[in-house]
């Protein structure tokens, strides 16, 4: 899970006020930006999720939950283009999907 200044942040849109935990799997994912080195992003324990995020997994809407996140990503990322952010951030919750365990608990 990540954490802010402002505490805990959603690990998919990195709203603030998650409102739920999904269990998962430790787990990293390999990162490629540009022309640059790939580097790994450690994913440790379960993800928080804010309202907004928890309603697109738990319907299981695959490219809504990509899209939301985008939105709220691209715009704190001015210089990342929206081809990378959108392989990174598919990346990244498939990972999520394939290292779940279980149903979500309210959090917070
Ligand atoms: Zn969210």
Redesign the pocket.
């Known amino acids: 899970m990540a954490s802010g200044n402002d505490g805990p942040a959603?690990d998919?849109?990195m709203?603030h006020y998650?409102r739920w935990e999904y269990p998962c799997d430790d787990h990293h994912q390999v990162v490629v930006l540009g022309g640059d080195l790939p580097t790994s992003v450690e994913s440790e324990g379960s993800w928080l999720?804010?309202e907004?995020?928890a309603e697109q997994i738990e319907g299981g809407n695959v490219d809504g939950l990509m899209l939301?996140t985008l939105h709220h990503l691209l715009p704190r990322h001015p210089g990342l283009p929206r081809k990378v952010a959108a392989t990174l951030v598919i990346d990244a919750q498939d990972l999520f999907r394939h290292h779940r365990q279980g149903d979500r608990v309210a959090w917070g």
């Open positions: 959603c998919f849109c709203g998650p999720a804010c907004p995020c939301h």
